[in-house]
């Protein structure tokens, strides 16, 4: 093929190449839809309640997770925010202490530093483990809503087009230690938020923003669907009679968000071109290492029931401290032991 177009008059090979652009913008699609808990993902085994032993949850000999020998994030990494429309400082305050919180292995124990050795695991094909090193890099406010209060998968990529070439202030573009998160208000709709997906990660085209560069959406659900992407601290209508549970930073939808901001960090230091650690067949659509572990945030977790957590003297429900703040979080997929696992595990 390679030589066939070679020889291609130039106006033929220029419509076989907006034709092969077209098809990549049809059919390709984030990598990742985060939801609350379990939808019947192939491979996914986080329905299962209870296994013989409490240790392990999510476990199975059927999950297939395997490395296909692409880059993982093994360098120091950054973390570029993109504020999209209207957020208030205190909101601000909490996400940005979980991205520092990261790599603050001094917090109390169980700690989001203590969740990030799980992903640590993770090796590239030389052997090297992903950074120990994940800090909070440059921010980019964009309140007037640029390209609406309605966005698809494929004008995120055009929202941080606009937040790298802004002609002031913009996101340095950093392809190589860089990850890109587009975070929107409780205000903006994003094409299959709610119904489908909390959150997503891929990369960008070149053909659109310039440059390769992983990136992740994640929304606010306050007013949208917080019983869908803020659980447990909000309860979908179709679980009557479950209460819910009280948000660690009084933020329900912020609060919410932290976890989907984690497991999709989680999944794009692990595979950030959507050619390294998945399980399945299917680079479209493949599960990855926080995919495994849906809805499971303690011991015993599985379905939608969250696991064990903790209850701090105010009444919040959390499993890990970061520097300052309490946070939930998602388990993720341990590769040496084959089960999801995190700091707050009762038999650690």
């Known amino acids: 093929m390679a030589h066939g177009c070679d020889s291609l008059a130039p106006p033929v090979a220029a419509l076989l190449n907006v034709s092969i652009f077209i098809t990549i913008l049809l059919f390709a699609q984030p990598a990742n839809g985060w ?4 939808k019947s993902l192939p491979g996914n085994t986080s329905n299962l309640l ?14 297939d997770l395997k490395y296909h020998m692409g880059p993982v994030l093994t360098a120091d990494t950054t973390v570029h925010i993109l504020w999209y429309g209207n957020w208030r400082v205190p909101q601000k305050h909490i996400i940005r202490e979980f991205i520092a919180s990261i790599s603050a292995e001094s ?21 090297a483990n992903i950074t120990r090193t994940v800090r909070l890099g440059s921010e980019k406010n964009d309140r007037f809503y640029s390209h609406g209060k309605s ?9 941080l087009k606009s937040a790298v070439s ?27 938020f709610c119904g489908q997906v909390c959150g997503f990660h891929y990369f960008s085209f070149p053909s659109i923003v310039g440059y390769t560069l992983p990136y992740a959406w994640v929304g606010n659900s306050a007013k949208l669907c917080p019983g869908t992407c803020a659980y447990p601290f909000a309860v979908p209508d179709y679980i009557p009679g479950l209460k819910p549970l009280k948000s660690p930073n009084g933020d329900v939808g912020v609060d919410g968000m932290i976890s989907v901001i984690g497991h999709e960090v989680a999944e794009l230091a692990t595979n950030p071109l959507v050619n390294a650690w998945y399980a399945g067949q299917d680079p479209i659509a493949p599960v990855e290492i926080a995919d495994l572990c849906e809805g499971i945030y303690g011991t015993g977790g599985g379905g939608s029931y969250t696991g064990q957590l903790l209850d701090g003297h105010d009444g919040a429900t959390y499993n890990m401290n970061g520097i300052r703040r309490r946070f939930l979080v998602q388990w993720v997929w341990n590769n040496v032991v084959n089960y999801c696992t995190g700091p707050n595990a009762l038999d650690q």
Not at 50 to 63: D, L, M, P, T
Not at 151 to 159: A, D, P
């Open 35 to 38: 939801r609350p808990w379990a």
């Open 50 to 63: 209870f296994a013989g032993s409490k240790k392990y949850e999510g476990s199975s000999s059927f999950v």
């Open 107 to 127: 917090a109390p124990s169980p700690s989001v530093s203590g969740w990030w050795r799980t992903v640590r695991l993770y090796t590239d094909q030389t052997g």
């Open 151 to 159: 966005l698809t998968r494929l004008s995120i990529q055009s929202v």
């Open 166 to 192: 802004a002609t002031t202030k913009p996101l340095p573009i950093n392809p190589q230690g860089g990850l890109y998160l587009l975070l929107t208000s409780e205000d903006v709709y994003v094409q299959d």
